[in-house]
């Protein structure tokens, strides 16, 4: 009977901790993940929890405050977080990588593993540091020596190390999500999968026969819209700006027969 009551003890605390850790939270086992970064020069401090099921990948759909969908599946594989108004950046963070580690606990490893800014958390909890991190389960528990995250998890809350890393989704290019929805005058995508810095400032669109580019509003996290006044004629070529000022011009990307909620990748990626 003993052994029955402990578990039963830690699945509850297990619980428990996951319950204290949801913020405002709308809503990668670096060695699983195919997003492969390098590290970036200098760490910084910061705070970390998770939200969701224990083993989980934070939201219950699987999604999360930018827009991304499926967040369990590779390639995010789950190594996920929701970042503070610092990480966030009104949605402008989505997509960036970061390294995290731990050593402020017995079970942390030291070792960093590799999350993606897929959700976001401004309020509560989280505005506890400059920089939060409120972590999928999975991620939170990425950061343990093996076999202990449960005990880390358990912990609740961290002071943890954070570096900017490039982004490589190692097999995939830039790739556009159609929101449902669209149609020739309002056109919405997702964009995907996009190496180097993972955060955009700024999208355009160019229609097939013209020779202008017209910016898109961004509409949420990382899905950007495009109101337009006229019936909107493809093949739609796509220019992407990140923060920093680098730019790509995905070319004739989206088909002129295009259709809502269909995914259309280019052949082009930014560098790392």
């Given at each position: ?57 934070g939201p219950k759909d ?134 180097g810095e993972g955060d ?73």
């Amino acid at each position: 009977m003993a052994p029955l009551i402990h578990k039963f003890l830690s699945s509850s605390l297990l619980i428990l901790v996951a319950f204290t850790t949801i913020f405002s939270c709308s809503a990668l086992n670096p060695k699983s993940l195919n997003a492969s970064l390098a590290v970036a020069s200098g760490w910084g401090s910061a705070s970390a929890t998770f939200y969701g099921d224990p083993r989980g990948s934070g939201p219950k759909d699987n999604g999360g405050g930018c827009g991304f969908k499926n967040v369990n599946l590779p390639p995010f594989n789950s190594l996920t977080s929701c970042g503070n108004i610092n990480l966030f950046k009104g949605g402008k963070g989505c997509g960036a990588c970061y390294h995290v580690k731990c050593t402020s606990h017995p079970a942390c490893s030291g070792k960093p593993s590799t999350i993606v800014i897929t959700d976001e958390c401004l309020y509560g909890g989280c505005a506890d540091a400059p920089y939060h991190f409120d972590m999928s389960g999975i991620a939170f528990g990425s950061m343990a020596i093996a076999g202990q995250e449960d005990d880390l998890r358990h912990a609740g809350r961290l002071a943890v190390e954070f570096a900017r890393v490039p982004c490589n989704y190692r097999g995939h290019n830039v790739a556009f999500h159609i929101e449902v929805g669209s149609n020739p005058m309002y056109l919405a995508v997702l964009i995907e999968y996009q190496n180097g810095e993972g955060d955009l400032s700024k999208v355009e669109l160019k229609e097939g026969a013209s020779g202008a580019w017209t910016p898109f509003k961004q509409s949420w996290g990382k899905i950007w819209r495009m109101d337009s006044t006229h019936p909107l004629q493809g093949p739609f070529s796509i220019r992407l700006t990140t923060l920093t000022g680098k730019f790509l011009v995905a070319s004739n990307v989206i088909p002129a027969n295009w259709k809502p909620n269909m995914v259309y990748e280019s052949n082009v990626n930014f560098s790392n």
